[in-house]
């Protein structure tokens, strides 16, 4: 690897693939990767943590949650650039609500623990995602109720934030 142009690798690293993102947004989603490789790789390209999908404005860690990424994978990322869980993608959504989207009983493949795992890494690199608010004016409430998260989670949710119940996106909801 030491006769590898360091230069060339991280613009081989970033160039956008055939369909979404750079090759590090398609490894953190891929169902065999590793924490170590994810690491080496980073090593090779520190920014890559914050490169973005042209498309959708995701980072790496947005495209994990979105894609049901490996529960070890978003914890080291998060440990990797802690900063990145306040980046937010196109429509406003930090990688946080991104992570709710999918954690429901129809398209979450993660255990309670996992799910737990992932949002105490998020809250403690970030608590603030909590009372994020997006483009369209909503929370994190309306995101979990849109797409019917654990309702351990939603319980969860306002017994942190109680508030959040007060709050009505663009719509009056």
């Not at 090779?44 to 990424?69: Q, V």
């Not at 997006?134 to 319980?155: A, P, Q, R």
Request: aromatic share 6%.
């Amino acid at each position: 690897m030491s006769q590898v142009s360091k230069t060339w690798l991280r613009k081989l690293l970033k160039k956008p693939r055939s369909s979404h993102g750079s090759f590090i947004h398609h490894y953190v989603t891929h169902p065999s990767s590793q924490l170590a490789t994810l690491n080496f790789l980073i090593h090779l390209a520190p920014k890559s943590t914050r490169w973005r999908d042209l498309n959708t404005g995701e980072i790496p860690l947005h495209t994990a949650c979105n894609n049901n990424g490996a529960p070890t994978i978003i914890d080291g990322l998060i440990t990797i650039d802690k900063k990145s869980v306040l980046c937010v993608d196109k429509n406003g959504y930090p990688p946080l609500f991104t992570l709710m989207k999918h954690c429901n009983p129809i398209s979450s493949n993660c255990t309670k623990g996992e799910i737990e795992m992932m949002l105490n890494a998020m809250l403690t690199a970030a608590s603030s995602t909590l009372t994020h608010i997006t483009n369209d004016g909503s929370t994190i409430l309306h995101v979990m109720i849109l797409y019917s998260s654990f309702d351990w989670l939603v319980e969860r949710t306002l017994n942190e934030c109680p508030g959040l119940c007060k709050n009505c996106d663009r719509n009056g909801q």
